[in-house]
């Protein structure tokens, strides 16, 4: 029986190695991991505005935690976590599961694979 998604990403001795191309035929598990964000992250998806940043970091914490995108803060990472839909897709995926911000999309998504769980690995499921 194929895994379920979940069960997919958590079994990291499953990932593939990445090499050049292979999101093309993968069904994109990565915007289905929890996404951890900086306030120039929030500032890039309009979350934040740049005044923000003059501001307190409680008023700034105080302002990411009203948007829907946002979970919670973590105070020892000083990152936010994106909120995921119920099927655990990332917030700004839409029907087609495209992602809705990808020019603006945070650091954390820019730089995978080469951080997260398995740095230079991915999980990789074919479409």
């Known amino acids: 029986m194929k895994k379920n998604i979940q069960e997919h990403l958590n079994d990291l001795q499953s990932w593939t190695k990445y090499k050049k191309g292979l999101c093309d035929s993968c069904a994109g598990l990565c915007c289905y991991m929890p996404v951890e964000v900086k306030v120039s992250d929030l500032i890039r998806l309009n979350i934040l505005d740049e005044f923000h940043l003059e501001l307190s970091q409680r008023e700034q914490i105080k302002d990411a935690l009203k948007h829907p995108a946002i979970l919670r803060y973590t105070p020892s990472s000083e990152k936010f976590t994106l909120k ?19 020019d603006q999309r945070p ?3 820019r730089n995978h694979p080469q951080v997260g769980p398995r740095p230079g690995f991915c999980g990789y499921m074919k479409k």
Do not use: A, R
């Open 107 to 109: 650091d954390t998504c």
């Open 84 to 102: 995921q839909k119920p099927d655990g897709s990332c917030f700004f995926l839409d029907i087609n599961k495209k992602c809705t911000q990808y």
